[in-house]
C-alpha cells in the first residue's frame, strides 16, 4: 500500500469486480467512474500521469486475483466469494488495454506547442 496509487487500484478492482455490487448496475458503473474521474483530477503529477498509475495499479490487482483464486483449493468456502475467472480475465483485458492506450497519451509528443511556434 505504500506506492502511489496502490489502494486506489484495489478500490477499482473491488468496484468492477466485486459480485455483491454488480447487483447495483448502472450505480455501480456511476461510483467506479466517479471515483477515477476524482483520482485523476487530484492526482499528483498531472491527469494523465494518474491514469496511468491508477489503470497499471487495477492491472496488477487483478492478476492478483486470478492468483490469489488459482491457489484456493476449488471447494473453498472463500474462493466460491471471489468473481469467476473468466470474469476477471475480461476486466483484466478491457483495463490493460485502457492502460496501454493512457501510457500512449502520456507518451504521445505534445504537438499543440510545436503548431503554435510555426
Not at 499528483?44 to 492478483?64: D, F, I, K
Not at 476477471?88 to 510545436?114: G, M, Y
Request: glycine share 6%; hydrophobic share 40%.
Amino acid at each position: 500500500l505504500a506506492k502511489p496509487g496502490r489502494l486506489a487500484g484495489q478500490f477499482m478492482a473491488m468496484l468492477r469486480t466485486d459480485m455483491e455490487l454488480k447487483s447495483f448496475g448502472k450505480a455501480r458503473e456511476a461510483l467506479a467512474d466517479g471515483f477515477f474521474q476524482a483520482y485523476c483530477q487530484d492526482g499528483q503529477g498531472g491527469a494523465s500521469w494518474s491514469e496511468v498509475r491508477l489503470r497499471l495499479h487495477l492491472v496488477l490487482c487483478l492478476l492478483e486475483l486470478i492468483w490469489t483464486r488459482r491457489q484456493m483449493s476449488p471447494g473453498s468456502e472463500l474462493r466460491s466469494m471471489l468473481p469467476d475467472e473468466e470474469e476477471v480475465r475480461e476486466t483484466l483485458r478491457q483495463e490493460l488495454l485502457l492502460a496501454v492506450s493512457a501510457w500512449k497519451r502520456h507518451n504521445a509528443p505534445d504537438t499543440s506547442s510545436s503548431a503554435k511556434s510555426e
